[in-house]
């Protein structure tokens, strides 16, 4: 029994694999129709995940690729809002490796580096992952630590195709565009490296138990999901309540002064 597939994995692929292509391009339809306008405000994502029968990662999806078009802009605490209308080009946009499609992948062959790592790893392997846990701490977030933790677990399967697979997983993380603009949008909303989940992987594999080394980074890739796909929407309730209290803090005040 592995860990339970990702967040809306049951349907973020369709039968060419892109099922938000699909969604990018209608949504791309009703901008070119008139639907929305410059500066309008598009739908919540989960508006249109329910109006279009899909999930919220293929949503995100979508609106990251139009966004990398330029055609919309993300605003932390406001929305998703129209910036340029499409032009005939747009129609057939080129996509790259979308951020959700990339974890998908790292379940699949991050859980059996970890399990396979396990039952190879050495002391000296798992002295400089401990060393590799503090420097995510200090780091306050850093990815160069982080990936250094992924790298150096794949390295110790002591499987030369694992390694290399793995460490492309993550050179694709820097070049897509739209996995660059979802990092960044996270950032912004102040995530970072959770240190315990990596904790709980340096722990099985301290104690060579490869179900719980696998297990441990399923759920640390699946909390990365849940944390890149609710970041922007999060941020932007976090600056609903403080506009809230803010407001309160100034009815109170006139209260007082009157």
Not at 75 to 102: H, M, N, Q, W
Not at 112 to 122: F, P
């Amino acid at each position: 029994m592995g860990a339970k597939p990702p967040f809306g994995a049951e349907s973020m692929t369709d039968v060419d694999g892109r099922l938000y292509r699909r969604v990018a391009r209608t949504l791309i339809g009703e901008l070119q129709s008139g639907v929305y306008g410059v500066g309008d405000r598009m739908p919540a994502e989960r508006d249109i995940a329910i109006t279009m029968g899909v999930s919220r990662p293929v949503v995100r999806e979508a609106m990251l690729a139009m966004e990398v078009l330029g055609l919309v802009e993300a605003r932390l605490g406001a929305g998703t809002f129209v910036i340029r209308l499409p032009r005939k080009v747009d129609s057939d946009p080129e996509f790259t490796i979308c951020p959700f499609e990339l974890i998908e992948a790292r379940l699949l062959i991050e859980g059996e580096s970890a399990a396979l790592a396990a039952r190879h790893i050495s002391e000296e392997e798992i002295k400089r992952l401990e060393e590799l846990v503090t420097a995510i701490t200090l780091e306050n977030g850093g990815e160069n630590a982080d990936m250094a933790f992924h790298m150096a677990i794949a390295k110790a399967s002591q499987n030369g195709a694992i390694a290399r697979t793995v460490e492309e997983l993550w050179n694709l993380r820097f070049t897509s565009p739209e996995c660059r603009l979802l990092l960044e949008q996270a950032r912004a909303a102040n995530r970072k490296p959770v240190v315990e989940e990596h904790r709980a992987i340096l722990t099985a594999l301290r104690q060579r138990a490869p179900h719980a080394a696998r297990e441990a980074m399923h759920m640390h890739l699946n909390a990365v999901l849940q944390h890149l796909l609710f970041a922007v929407e999060e941020e932007a309730v976090a600056a609903a309540r403080q506009a809230v209290a803010a407001t309160r803090e100034r009815f109170l005040r006139s209260a007082r002064d009157a």
